[in-house]
């Protein structure tokens, strides 16, 4: 690969002066910068950033872990944050914690080994004392996190809110919500708060389930649901917390022979690509997805560069209606 | 951040003690090691993965090119890239191409100044000599490319092949491929090659469409399928070569009171995880996500050690049956 010294050579210049033409420090005549850029381009040189890293101690790396990539909320997210972080000039390093705690210590430890600039978090189980040895900004995404610099949350209270009076509205009278994980306080968790709000004010009988670990970790509940719905045969509408479970409860009301939404009527959250894939699509709360990838990255550039930022930023969430009520 | 000079101080060693310890270099005695194991823990010594790779020219860093993260079937290989490359030590630097050729030089020229170990190609339109720059491995998945190291697939002609036997062996008579995009050639299309051979050879009636650029893009399919299923009412069987087709044909189909798989079997290509959250789930030909991933990050790391590696690996498929056949 091309070498600085190799620019100088081709061009005739010293080495001081092609460096300066590339850090536009000083003058240098239109004539020498011409002659430089095109050496660069003849020879393919191209900047070691490595080099230009270790000097600044830092890089234009963004460190991202997201517990399962393949989870269609995750691929979204990355998707978006990829997209955002690439408007900034700055690239992301990316890693599946799978929500394993000694996974996640190994992710960090990389994390500092290569000097990122900061890191997103949108990964459960961290330990709080684990970021005792982050010293860059650390932005979570949907994640409280004391030590952390940011969150970026989507207005969950409002959400379930939203859910909730959306199936009131369409008559429903005996209501159950399917919450994520049980256990770890996470922010999602106000979806069922704001839910429980609405059906309380509308007098509305509801019940709050909650799903485990091991079910959030395999995305599988089927079993789960069938048991709701075979054990509580007057219920006419469910809140999901994720269009994962929404597109689960679809398919249990195929075998059962339960008319979605003529008998059931059904609402999602995230408005991932599945919600509009499922036969009927789904109705659901949209997270501004792509809005919270932006924030989280202008938060933590914003951050990494000694600014003072919001240390939690609440992002709208509308209805988004479709066919499964 | 504490330095190699802090754990050298902490110690009471010299810089150079330090660092043979740290690189297993030379005679050391289990005491000294220790010493220093202890020291680093208690400052939390990290060591500077920038100043280690700008010594040997090289990182343990990959570059992931894809054309969309939140495709499932990226999201899935992505994921399954990160786990295989983890398991070896390497990280992923993931980059969105969006197929689009200006963004793609863009990202070459980036891995090339982060002095990544090589290059995973996943995307479809980069033309051939943007790679003359490269000079690191450069494996591609799916995606024939002159100038690459090393190609991984699926036996593509195998899957147009088992998809169309078994709509025949369901005793289908009127068959319809719907094919991702057409112009570029790409592994993809020996899955229509297969579809047709069989056809052929049990002279059962078939036609081929092409979905067109903008529709992959988008991901948006549905106008498409009812047109087809619109003019063509003798279709008894659609072979799609993508979960995320044959989903949206599922949902036409519910659009037009058409029963599947009563009146017409579906079967998709991938076997990504829409393929089980749709209503019915979806028949489909598996490719061996987790394998392919894990070999491409296998020819990856041979080849940049120096080793002559295939150039092209097929893995097998297999058909997975599901409800909609």
Known sequence: MATLKDVAKETGLAVSTVSRVLNSRGYISEETRNNVFNAMKKLNYQPNEMA???????????????????HPYFAELISNIESAANSRKYKILLFNSKDRDEKEIEILDMC?????????????????????????????????????????ECDNLKGGRLAAKHLIELGCKNLVQISGVCGNYMPADSRETGFIEVCEEYKIAHQE????????????????????????????????????????????????????????????????????LTTPTITTIHQPIKEMAQMAISLLIEASNGKIVPSKTTLPVSLMKREST
Chains 1, 2 share one sequence.
Not at 63 to 70: A, F, L, M, S
Not at 121 to 136: Q, R, Y
Not at 224 to 246: P, T, Y
């Open 52 to 70: 230009r890293s270790l000097s600044k101690q830092t890089t234009n790396t963004i460190g991202v872990i997201v517990p399962h990539i393949r």
């Open 112 to 152: 500092n080994q290569n000097r990122v600039a900061g890191i997103i978090l949108c990964s459960g189980t961290v330990a709080m004392n684990k970021f005792d040895k982050i010293n860059v900004p650390l932005i979570t995404i949907e994640r409280n996190l004391e030590k952390g610099t940011a969150c970026v």
């Open 209 to 276: 389930l909650k799903t485990n670990e091991t079910q959030y970790n395999v995305g599988e509940y089927k079993e789960l649901i069938e048991d709701v719905l075979l054990n509580n045969k007057g219920v006419d509408g469910i809140f999901a917390s994720s269009d994962l479970i929404a597109a689960q409860i679809l398919q249990v009301c195929a075998k059962l022979k339960i008319k979605v939404p003529q008998q059931l009527k059904v609402v999602g959250f995230d408005d991932v690509l599945v919600a509009s």
